[in-house]
């Protein structure tokens, strides 16, 4: 590891991604409060910005005609900007179109970067190196989310909200400003392909993205509802159960990316897809809230085995294809940021059981999919 951190990219990723989950964590706390509090939307109006905002990873494909004009390191730096730009200015909007608009542009930003740090990541960090990058920037992206949710408990009441807003929004504005500065590049590494690349080769990685998206937006959508809407979770109890978790995904994600590099793709998938067809069952039938606010704690867990996705990938595919196909990967994730909200919250009327089934029988077939997996391990 020590020799991994000599890498200039790997600073430089650090600090990038470490600054995009500080303005997600720190969005995501005070949105609900602010939408309600001060801009006086109704439920209708958050879950239309919430769809909004996952349009940027729909459109995460584009990524790769910008990249025609622009490095892709300057791209994840100047996507941060955009990312802090857009947390800068939303309390300066307190409206449904305000934050329409606001949550559009801030997510195209954090959208972006993902995008590129994927791809730069599996670009240089060879396969034995990139699990464990990709672990430890989990792991400070937790420690980022800790910090973000510790001052916004210390400063809320203090300050308005649009000076919160503005406040987060400078900090990362800065950590983009440094990174336009900085040119960790190699030029040895390379060219990649600046055009769509769509291979037969690549079929089994565009299975796996899709129903790894699909799992995450279970999570997402459904997972904590249960706790406030059957279990009665009060908001402190929620709050907690997030420090929890980031706790423990700073701790235990670089534990994950050594895994996989020490057994491989294809038993970590197999373990994680397992677990959760356990973990998806017990949330439909069980009746204890102790034992739901545990499997929200083991489901947020596996959420980080889902770098095995990329590092297949690495395996597999060609070095010019990394850049093309992780924006084409990151639209087929967010595919299922579409569909499974609207199409769950409607099973979800007929009885509450139903998606969690339905994302046990998803699991399923990810487990199905997983075991095909022939790489080389080393």
Not at 229 to 256: G, M, T
Not at 338 to 359: H, K, Q, S
Request: proline share 3%; net charge positive; with cysteine.
């Amino acid at each position: 590891m020590e020799e991994i951190k000599k890498n200039p990219m790997y600073r430089y990723l650090i600090l990038l991604t470490a600054s995009s989950m500080l303005g997600l964590q720190a969005w995501q706390t005070m949105f609900n409060n602010f939408a309600v509090d001060v801009a006086s939307l109704d439920g209708n109006h958050v879950g239309m910005i919430q769809t909004v905002r996952e349009i940027p990873g729909l459109l995460a494909l584009l990524a790769i005609f910008v990249m025609r004009v622009m490095h892709e390191h300057s791209l994840a730096a100047f996507s941060i900007i955009i990312l802090g730009a857009g947390m800068a200015i939303t309390g300066l909007f307190p409206s449904y179109p305000g934050l329409l608009a606001t949550t559009l542009f801030m997510s195209f930003g954090f959208h972006y970067y993902e995008t590129a740090n994927q791809s730069l990541t599996l670009q240089y960090f060879d396969s034995r190196s990139s699990p464990k990058v990709l672990g430890k920037q989990r792991s400070l992206g937790a420690l980022s989310n800790i910090f973000a949710s510790a001052i916004i408990f210390f400063i809320a009441g203090v300050i308005d909200y649009s000076h919160m807003y503005i406040f987060f929004g400078l900090i990362i504005i800065a950590a983009g400003v440094w990174a336009l500065s900085q040119n960790p590049s190699d030029s040895k590494k390379a060219k990649q392909h600046k055009k769509f690349i769509m291979k037969r080769k690549y079929t089994l990685f565009y299975i796996l993205t899709f129903l790894a998206g699909a799992r995450r937006q279970i999570f997402i959508a459904f997972a904590g509802f249960l706790l406030v809407k059957n279990f009665h979770y009060s908001i402190k109890e929620i709050a907690a159960l997030f420090v929890i978790n980031n706790v423990i995904n700073y701790f235990l994600s670089p534990v994950i990316g050594r895994a996989i590099v020490r057994f491989g793709e294809r038993r970590i998938m197999t373990l994680e897809y397992l677990s959760l067809i356990l973990i998806f069952l017990s949330y439909a039938y069980t009746d204890s809230r102790v034992t739901a606010g545990a499997l929200y704690i083991l489901d947020n867990i596996f959420l980080n085995f889902n770098i095995t996705v990329n590092t297949y990938f690495q395996k597999i595919g060609a070095r010019e294809d990394i850049a093309p196909s992780m924006a084409i990967g990151f639209t087929i994730n967010h595919i299922a940021a579409v569909i499974i909200p609207v199409t769950g919250g409607i099973l979800w009327l007929m009885n509450y059981r139903i998606p969690f089934i339905t994302g046990a029988c998803l699991c399923a077939v990810s487990l199905f999919a997983a075991q095909f997996i022939k790489t080389k391990e080393i």
